[in-house]
């Protein structure tokens, strides 16, 4: 989605998202309905050309279906840690449950200074190096603000693991909102959710849903289709979270 639009009344309209969301109109306008001055919550909406509503669901949801690295995040392959931004569909690639996978479709999103001032949700998040524990991650590291890591809870095994956004996790020690004015997002699909090892650290692959495709601009959305023919029209089956979602404050 391209912020061209204003916020006016608690309201901000972002024109130009193209696309199909489980739906045969494509969406070309999403709106997004603001609580409070804060931002922080209330809902998104597509339309299509007619004005008519394709959807409606927090914007969190939404937002927090668009978990990315940024161009220089590390990760594992088995060729060594390669950049993100230098993955290609093919690369075999070291996950935590299902040793290496071959990657379906690397996907990117700019987001420039209009974007992000519009939207405090999509601006980026820096975690120091260390600032996960033992050590993680193992370089600084900037993602998505919806981008979950693997954490643990107490318990056992991975009854007690669970994904944790970095957006919950800004105000511990080293870990803030970056002052980035534009920030270029990538994403990893493999033929399921997975854990990958970016700059040392477990953290999720792309997960596709109708929020997180509604996120995606037409290239992207044009060139996962291409990976995963029919996702835009059909049910999206085979892709269920690698682990439980954790609770805003339940991370350890």
Same mark, same amino acid.
């Not at 060729?79 to 990117?108: F, H, K």
């Not at 990893?188 to 109708?210: I, M, N, Y």
């Not at 037409?218 to 609770?247: H, K, N």
């Given at each position: 989605?391209?912020?061209?639009?204003?916020?006016?009344?608690?309201?901000?309209?972002?024109?130009?998202?193209?696309?199909?969301?489980?739906?045969?109109?494509?969406?070309?306008?999403?709106?997004?309905?603001?609580?409070?001055?804060?931002?922080?919550?209330?809902?998104?909406?597509?339309?299509?050309?007619?004005?008519?509503?394709?959807?409606?669901?927090?914007?969190?949801?939404?937002?927090?279906?668009?978990?990315?690295?940024?161009?220089?995040?590390?990760?594992?392959?088995?060729?060594?840690?390669?950049?993100?931004?230098?993955?290609?569909?093919?690369?075999?690639?070291?996950?935590?449950?299902?040793?290496?996978?071959?990657?379906?479709?690397?996907?990117?999103?700019?987001?420039?200074?209009?974007?992000?001032?519009?939207?405090?949700?999509?601006?980026?998040?820096?975690?120091?190096?260390?600032?996960?524990?033992?050590?993680?991650?193992?370089?600084?590291?900037?993602?998505? =603000?919806?981008?979950?890591? #693997?954490?643990?809870?107490?318990? +056992? !095994?991975? /009854? &007690?693991?669970? @994904?944790?956004?970095?957006?919950?996790?800004?105000?511990?020690?080293?870990?803030?909102?970056?002052?980035?004015?534009?920030?270029?997002?990538?994403?990893?699909?493999?033929?399921?959710?997975?854990?990958?090892?970016?700059?040392?650290?477990?953290?999720?692959?792309?997960? =596709?849903?109708?929020?997180? #495709?509604?996120?995606?601009?037409? +290239? !992207?959305? /044009? &060139?996962?289709? @291409?990976?995963?023919?029919?996702?835009?029209?059909?049910?999206?089956?085979?892709?269920?979270?690698?682990?439980?979602?954790?609770?805003?404050?339940?991370?350890?």
């Amino acid at each position: 989605m391209t912020a061209t639009g204003k916020i006016m009344h608690g309201t901000a309209l972002l024109d130009g998202a193209s696309g199909r969301i489980g739906s045969p109109n494509p969406v070309v306008e999403m709106r997004l309905h603001f609580d409070g001055y804060d931002e922080s919550s209330g809902r998104i909406e597509g339309r299509d050309a007619a004005g008519d509503q394709l959807f409606s669901m927090d914007i969190r949801k939404l937002l927090g279906s668009v978990p990315c690295f940024t161009a220089n995040s590390q990760i594992a392959t088995g060729q060594g840690m390669i950049p993100v931004s230098a993955l290609t569909p093919g690369t075999r690639v070291i996950t935590r449950d299902n040793g290496m996978q071959e990657l379906l479709w690397v996907g990117r999103r700019r987001f420039g200074w209009q974007a992000l001032g519009l939207n405090p949700l999509l601006r980026p998040v820096r975690i120091s190096a260390g600032a996960l524990g033992q050590g993680l991650p193992e370089r600084d590291m900037v993602v998505s =603000p919806n981008h979950r890591f #693997l954490t643990r809870m107490p318990g +056992e !095994g991975e /009854a &007690a693991e669970r @994904l944790t956004m970095a957006r919950d996790l800004v105000g511990l020690y080293g870990i803030a909102c970056d002052a980035a004015i534009e920030v270029e997002y990538w994403q990893l699909l493999f033929a399921r959710h997975e854990l990958v090892l970016a700059d040392g650290s477990w953290s999720e692959s792309f997960l =596709p849903t109708q929020a997180s #495709l509604a996120a995606l601009d037409s +290239e !992207g959305r /044009a &060139a996962l289709s @291409l990976a995963l023919p029919g996702i835009e029209t059909e049910v999206i089956t085979g892709f269920d979270s690698v682990r439980p979602f954790a609770e805003i404050g339940s991370a350890a």
